[in-house]
């Protein structure tokens, strides 16, 4: 049965809820910005010593890959050919030779990590122990990884990759925030 006084008020609620605002918190000009704060705390203690001296610049980041995108698998460092290349961490030489066009040296650490490095020539063979801050290699100048040259270096545990920067202390630790 047709009823005209229930149709009015689905109308009258349906109008009411388009038509008449709601009150919601906005965001005004003075009102101070939320801002983490960061301490030497935040960021996680480094478990690896930087591969080349001074510090390098960090010329493409880490992306990790994904099923439909190639991704980075590692970071690439400012550097010029003919470097020096230092252990980040106690390991022993797994791989040293050439892959593809270039040179690639890898060491297994005892954590299970397996790093990377490449284009490195290295007289190192496979399964010679190296300590932490020992020359590995040189970087070589036959064959760039990039465009503007550099050091590849990556790391990972079994087939996943993981960020060299996290391993280096300079991936902060993430940081929940209340919020109101």
């Known amino acids: 049965m047709y009823r005209p006084d229930r149709l009015k008020a689905a109308l009258l609620a349906a109008l009411l809820v388009v038509l008449v605002p709601i009150p919601m918190p906005v965001a005004t000009a003075d009102a101070s910005p939320v801002v983490a704060q960061t301490s030497s705390a935040d960021v996680a203690q480094p478990r690896w010593t930087w591969p080349l001296t001074p510090v390098p610049a960090v010329t493409r980041p880490f992306d990790l890959p994904h099923p439909y995108a190639a991704g980075h698998r590692g970071i690439d460092l ?53 300590a932490r801050g020992d020359v590995i290699g040189t970087l070589d100048s036959a064959v760039a990884h990039a ?28 940081v929940l925030l209340p919020l109101g």
């Not at 470097?83 to 022993?92: K, L, Q, T, Y």
């Not at 550099?150 to 079994?158: F, N, S, T, V, Y």
């Open 147 to 174: 465009p503007a040259g550099g050091l590849h270096l990556g790391a990972r545990i079994g087939d996943a990759y993981v960020d060299p920067l996290a391993l280096l202390g300079l991936v902060p630790r993430a």
């Open 78 to 130: 400012d550097a010029v050919a003919g470097a020096v290349v230092f252990a980040p961490e106690d390991g022993v030489v797994r791989f040293a030779g050439w892959v593809v066009d270039r040179p690639v040296l890898s060491l297994q650490h005892a954590d299970g990590l397996i790093s990377t490095y490449e284009p490195v020539v290295t007289t190192l063979a496979v399964g010679t122990v190296v």
